[in-house]
């Protein structure tokens, strides 16, 4: 059963850079056909998905946050981490890292998230 768990700060300042790291445990991160995922869900709105890292290790990102976005990993580790530079206060919500299986299209396994404001 593979699990997730998200880490990183609770609170970044405007302009600032976010940084999370989602850890990864039964199962390993550059197992075939699965893609690992960032998403977000601010206040009082739905769930956005931010991007993924691929199996092979290929980044696809959210049009409207491809330019702050990145997201990299440490197979020594079984981590893939997210940053996002210039945060607004826009960019406050409950982050979580999932793993989508690309053969049947689904988000199967999530962290439990963790909230991320950004504030002053």
């Known amino acids: 059963q593979v699990q997730l768990q998200e880490s990183g700060p609770g609170l970044v300042k405007p302009s600032q850079t976010l940084s999370l790291t989602c850890t990864v445990s039964?199962?390993?991160?550059?197992?075939?056909?699965?893609?690992w995922s960032w998403i977000r869900q601010p206040p009082g709105k739905g769930l956005e998905w931010i991007g993924y890292?691929?199996?092979?290790?290929?980044?696809y990102y959210r049009p409207s946050l491809k330019s702050r976005t990145s997201i990299s990993r440490d197979t020594s580790k079984n981590q893939f981490t997210l940053q996002l530079t210039s945060v607004t206060p826009e960019d406050t919500a409950v982050y979580y890292c999932?793993?989508?299986?690309?053969?049947?299209?689904?988000?199967?396994?999530w962290g439990q998230g963790t909230q991320v404001t950004v504030s002053s």
């Open positions: 890292i691929t199996d092979s290790g290929r980044t």
């Open positions: 039964g199962g390993s991160i550059t197992a075939d056909d699965y893609f």
């Open positions: 999932a793993r989508y299986y690309r053969r049947s299209a689904d988000f199967g396994s």
